[in-house]
């Protein structure tokens, strides 16, 4: 892939598929600007500009959720979506700022950030500047809303774009008429996603067209592309896609069912007939599989309600982990899992086989595991590079070993309060 390596000394990293592609993100919180942890697992060197006095607010957020998300001072969101970066302070709003920040712009890739476009220009690192400066760079900006229509200066947050995607209402029980709120950045999460695809394909389409250009995700067309599937359904057949509801469910083997321990276990098994007589002996139930109420799948839609009202009991005999000894020595192989918390699932012996999670060596939590990477690549590397950053904890290093700088050019620039 082309990189803009004039002038360039590499910072430290582990070779990855991004390896010589250098990141300056503009940005607090995690829309948008979290794609950087994800390149950065790539090999992306990602730099992260940071106000002087406060840094990113996303450090010290605890108005939300005071200090349940804070483990040894640090903020685990924080944690998670600023890896891989190396944090250099700038003030944006001072003129020497500036020209460093345009210095970095000359030796870079791509732009990252989540500014709205008043700020971008007020500050001058707007697309049509920082193009001046490199003509190759790939400017990426995420927003709230998008750039058109009524609501691009509006506030947007991760809860308030799941509102207007459906999402919201989507997840929740057909039976009740209550939004369901995921205590997860959901949007957020798949902002940056997003943004990270867009960024590699800029980069694609830079190396195969020689095309550089301004890229934009948002919180809502993202999260409208998570629920591409309910929005198609809506859109085509002309009504809402429903809630799912499990009393309702008109296939029972898709569905969960609480079991004695009050845990649950979820069944997904389209093909119902194929399994069907397997699935009556491994619960038991091998009494009502020739039953014409639910012999067949027609059968079974037919009386749906009675054949769950049937298992509801079933399952309540047993505890869900003596469900799923008794399935696993039965041999059946419809779809069935366990419903997890969140404990449970980060616990799970898969992800570490997998590399969904990882071993990693932190230098505050020290010996710890965090979530990996979830694309395998045979031949290029893919790994967590460092933990985030500190506030400004690279400026005096990016400084001397990118840009040149020597040490009464830092001072100058401290003394200036430019960083």
Same mark, same amino acid.
Not at 20 to 39: D, H, S
Not at 138 to 157: C, D, F, M, N, P
Not at 368 to 380: L, N
């Given at each position: ?54 840094? @990113?607010? $996303? ?31 700038? &003030? ?9 920040? $345009? ?41 709230? $809303? ?9 506030? *947007? ?17 057909? @039976? ?11 949007? @957020? ?70 079991? #004695? &321990? ?10 119902? &007939? ?27 839609? *037919? ?104 040490? &009464? #050019? ?6 200036? #309060?430019?960083?």
């Amino acid at each position: 892939m082309e990189t803009n390596s004039a002038n360039r000394k590499s910072l430290t990293r582990s070779k990855g598929i991004l390896e010589g592609i250098r990141v300056i993100e503009v940005g607090g919180f995690i829309n948008g600007v979290g794609a950087g942890f994800m390149l950065g697992d790539m090999g992306a060197e990602v730099i992260k500009v940071e106000e002087p006095t406060k840094g @990113d607010p $996303y450090r010290g957020l605890k108005q939300m959720y005071g200090d349940t998300m804070y483990v040894k001072g640090r903020h685990m969101g924080f944690e998670l979506f600023n890896r891989n970066k190396e944090s250099i302070t700038l &003030d944006l709003k001072n003129e020497k700022g500036r020209k460093v920040l $345009y210095k970095l712009i000359e030796r870079s890739d791509v732009f990252l950030t989540n500014h709205n476009e008043g700020v971008l220009k007020d500050l001058e690192i707007d697309y049509p500047t920082l193009k001046k400066y490199n003509k190759k760079i790939i400017y990426a900006v995420a927003s709230g $809303y998008g750039s058109k229509g009524k609501l691009t200066e509006e506030r *947007a947050y991760d809860l308030l774009a799941l509102a207007r995607s459906g999402l919201m209402w989507q997840m929740g029980e057909r @039976d009740s008429n209550e939004p369901f709120v995921v205590a997860i950045p959901m949007s @957020d999460t798949m902002g940056s996603i997003i943004m990270a695809y867009g960024i590699i394909c800029a980069l694609l389409a830079r190396e195969r067209l020689g095309v550089s250009q301004k890229i934009e995700t948002s919180l809502l067309g993202s999260t409208i592309f998570l629920n591409c599937y309910g929005i198609m359904s809506s859109l085509i057949r002309g009504r809402s896609w429903t809630r799912h509801s499990r009393k309702g469910s008109k296939n029972p083997m898709v569905n969960y069912y609480r079991c #004695k &321990d009050s845990k649950w276990l979820m069944l997904c098994e389209p093909q119902s &007939d194929r399994f069907w007589a397997q699935f009556c002996k491994s619960c038991t139930i091998s009494n009502i599989e020739k039953d014409p109420r639910f012999e067949t799948a027609k059968a079974r839609r *037919a009386h749906a309600t009675e054949l769950i009202e049937i298992l509801d009991k079933v399952f309540m005999e047993k505890t869900r982990d003596e469900w799923i000894t008794q399935f696993e020595r039965e041999g059946y192989k419809g779809g069935y899992s366990p419903v997890f918390d969140v404990d449970e699932a980060a616990r799970a012996p898969e992800l570490l086989e997998n590399e969904y999670v990882v071993e990693y060596n932190h230098r505050v939590f020290g010996n710890s595991k965090i979530p990996g990477f979830p694309v395998h690549f045979e031949k290029t590397n893919c790994m967590v590079q460092s933990e985030a950053p500190e506030h400004g904890q690279h400026t005096e290093k990016i400084l001397q070993d990118l840009l040149g700088f020597g040490w &009464d #050019k830092i001072s100058e620039l401290r003394k200036e #309060k430019a960083i």
